[in-house]
């Protein structure tokens, strides 16, 4: 259960109550000439532990993101790019308070700085904004493979398998060419799924006489494999791989006729 978050955000948050207390319980006891030396040495320490537990939820957050179905990947990756936010504001707010910064007073005395900064980030808010729609409204998933069309355009602008759907924008994958899309650009396309060419995760139960390679060069191309369980005769692997469902099943069905039938099999898609 490596990928649990609990544990590292539960830590952030402990250590944020402490480094907010430190300096209220160390003060009355620190000469005034050393009090920013104190602050200096808090925020550097703050800074270097918080943003390792922020790259740590991410990557525990990115292994529960790849073992899950195309239709729940997109879910929950965009619900671990919202904690990441969360947690990297309240590193900055910790920051903050160690020097004693008003946020307040910065929100109200700075509107004419505010109302520059909004004109700026636009374009930037346009694509959250659209994010959120396409998570709500799910026009396409992570693993299959689309065309986006949009009416400036008289031909198709982007092609390729959805790699990932993030807060700004969203990453197709064609050929080994990785395609970056504007999400607001996303939602003014017309978009052509095809689930015929989606990425499917599958389960294979294999004699430990098969190893892994094998099974990867008889099936490839695949996305990925990975052994997740080790039996007392045999071992299960999963595999994701993509491609059309007819090509899947014949590869498929070729690699487990070569196997007796004692030796291993193929459990339905997942």
């Keep these: ?35 920013e030396l104190m602050r200096v040495g808090l925020t550097a320490a703050w800074a270097i532990v918080a943003f390792s537990i922020v790259g740590s939820v991410r990557t525990r957050g990115m292994g529960l993101v790849r073992a899950m179905p195309g239709e729940r990947r997109t879910v929950v990756h965009f619900g671990l790019q919202i904690l990441v936010g969360v947690l990297v504001i309240a590193a900055f707010v910790v920051v903050a308070d160690l020097w004693q910064v008003s946020l307040t007073g910065i929100a109200l005395g700075g509107a004419v700085t505010g109302v520059v900064i909004g004109l700026a980030a636009q374009s930037m808010l346009g694509n959250v904004i659209a994010g959120g729609m396409l998570l709500s409204l799910r026009p396409m998933r ?23 759907i993030n807060f700004f924008y969203t990453v197709l994958r064609e050929n080994g060419v990785r395609r970056v899309v504007p999400n607001s650009s996303v939602v003014v396309s017309t978009i052509a799924a095809d689930e015929m060419q989606a990425a499917y995760t599958q389960t294979l139960v294999l004699p430990f006489s098969v190893p892994p ?41 070729k690699l487990v006729t070569g196997l007796a039938p004692a030796q291993g099999g193929a459990e339905q898609e997942t």
């Design 1 to 35: 259960m490596r990928n649990r978050l609990w544990p590292p955000v539960l830590l952030f948050a402990v250590l944020a109550f402490v480094v907010l207390a430190l300096p209220h319980l160390l003060l009355p006891a620190v000469p005034q000439s050393s009090v």
């Design 142 to 164: 992570v693993g299959e493979w689309v065309s986006l069309r949009s009416w400036m355009s008289g031909g198709i602008d982007a092609t390729g398998r959805v790699e990932e």
């Design 213 to 253: 390679e094998s099974v990867a060069s008889a099936l490839a191309p695949l996305r990925r494999r990975e052994v997740v369980e080790v039996r007392q005769d045999s071992y299960v692997l999963r595999i994701e791989w993509e491609g059309d469902r007819q090509s899947r099943a014949e590869r498929l069905e």
